[in-house]
C-alpha cells in the first residue's frame, strides 16, 4: 500500500535550501529511507521526521505502518509497507513477529536508487542493496531483545512458556542481525554508548551525530510550578515504576505524560500526588516543561530526547547516571544523577535538588548544540562525503 504526500511544508523547504547549500549534488540522487517500523511515536519517530524534512520527495519503506498511531504531518508520507502490515494484531503486538521481520526487510527492492538511509533499532538495517547503491544506517542501537535479551524478557514479563521458546528464536535471529549489519556500507551512532555496542556486536566502526532536538519549540518562562515532570511512552524499559515508588515516599507532586501498555500497572502503584495526563498536544508540552521544578529521567536509554527537551526550557533534569543522560546533563549545571537503578536513590536525588541554583538561560544554551540545525548539517556532510568517497570506488 502506497501513502503519497501532496505538498511539502515550510519546513520541508527550510530543510532543502540547508541541505542545498551543503551537499547541493545529493538532490539530484535518487533516496530512499527505512525504518523499523510505524506503529507508535516516540524518538526514533522524531528522528525520521527530521531525516525526512532533509529528503522530503524519499519514499519511507517499512515492515509495518500504521496511520492512527502517528501524527497528521506523518501520514501523508509515501510511506511503503512490507507484506506484513496485512497481518492481524500485528500493528499492537508487533514483537509478537520478530521472526519474520528479516524476511520482510530483505524482499523490498532498492536497485532503482543511489542512496538508502535506514533509520533502526532492528532489523531496517538488513536490507539487500546493490553495488551501486549506498546504505548509511543511522543506528538507534543493536536491538536490545536480541543481544540483552535475558533483562528484555524480565522487564516485559514473558511467561514461562515465552521464556523456553524465545531463547531459540533469538539465537537464529543474532546470526542474522550480524550477517545484516555486513551489508551496511557505513554505520552513524546516535550516542557514544551505541557506537561502543556497534563495536562489540558487529565490529564496526561508527560516527557518533546526536539525534536532533527541536530546541526553538520550548521557551522559558517566569512562571514555575510546584510539581515534577515526565514525559515517556509508558513501557517496562522506561522505568517509571522507580519513579512512581519515589514520589510515592516523598508525597512531591509528579506529572506524568504519555501512554503505553504499563500505563494500568504504573497507576495502580501510583500515591494521589502522582497524576497521570495521557497524551498531551504538542503545542502544550512547552508549558508543561517550562513550568516545572525538574524534569525526571529514571530509566537508562541510549540517548533520550525528551531530557533535551527540558532544557531546551530551562529546566532542570534528575537522570539516572547511565546511557546517554551522561552525554546530555551535565551535573551540578543542568541536572542532577542518581546513581543506582532503585527508588531510593532516586528519592535522595530529589531530595538534594534546590531548582533555585540552576540558571535557565545556562541549560538553554547547553541545549542549543543538540539543536534540529546542527543535525542537518552535521548529517547532510557527512552523507556527502561519504557519498563523494562511493563514487570515487
Known sequence: MRFSATSASGSDWQARRIVESIGGALLAL???????????????????????????????????????????????????????NHLPLIHRH??????????????FDFSDYD???????????????????????????PPRFLWDYHNYMEREG???????????????????????AGRVDEFVAISRVVRRRI??????????????????????????????????????????????????????????????????????MAAPNVRFLGRVPDEELGRYLSACRAFIFPGQEDFGIAPLEAQAAGRPVIAYAAGGALET??????????????????????????????????IREHARQFDCAAFRRRFADFVREQYDAFRAG
Not at 33 to 38: G, M, N, T, Y
Not at 125 to 139: A, E, M, R, S
Not at 160 to 173: D, G, Q, S, T, W
Not at 238 to 254: H, S, T
Open 30 to 84: 535518487r533516496v530512499a529511507i527505512v525504518c523499523s517500523w510505524l506503529n507508535q511515536y516516540g524518538g526514533a519517530e522524531r528522528v525520521l521526521e527530521v531525516l525526512h524534512t532533509m529528503y522530503p520527495e524519499a519514499p519511507v519503506y517499512t515492515s509495518i505502518f500504521w496511520p492512527e498511531a502517528l501524527p497528521p504531518s506523518c501520514r501523508g508520507w509515501d510511506v511503503r509497507p512490507s507484506l506484513l
Open 94 to 107: 508487533h514483537q509478537w513477529f520478530l521472526p519474520f521481520y528479516p524476511y520482510a526487510f530483505e524482499q
Open 115 to 141: 542512496l538508502v538511509l535506514s533509520v533502526t533499532s532492528g532489523f531496517a538495517h538488513g536490507i539487500i542493496t546493490g553495488p551501486k547503491t549506498l546504505h548509511i544506517c543511522y543506528c538507534l542501537t
Open 158 to 180: 514473558f511467561g514461562r512458556l515465552v521464556r523456553l521458546v524465545i531463547p531459540l528464536a533469538v539465537r537464529h535471529l543474532q546470526r542474522w542481525d550480524r550477517l545484516a
Open 199 to 268: 563495536g562489540q556486536v558487529y565490529g564496526r566502526e561508527a560516527k557518533v551525530i546526536y539525534p536532533p532536538v527541536e530546541v526553538e519549540r520550548f521557551a522559558l518562562s517566569q512562571e514555575r510550578g510546584d510539581y515534577f515532570l515526565i514525559i515517556s511512552r509508558l513501557v517496562p524499559y522506561k522505568r517509571i515504576d522507580l519513579a512512581v515508588q519515589a514520589f510515592g515516599e516523598l508525597g512531591l507532586p509528579l506529572w506524568i505524560i504519555g501512554d503505553g501498555r504499563d500505563r494500568r500497572a504504573l497507576e495502580s
Open 329 to 362: 546533563v551535565i551535573e551540578g549545571r543542568t541536572g542532577l544523577f542518581f546513581h543506582e537503578a532503585t527508588a531510593e536513590s532516586l528519592a535522595e536525588a530529589v531530595e538534594h535538588l534546590d531548582d533555585s541554583r540552576f540558571d535557565p538561560a545556562v
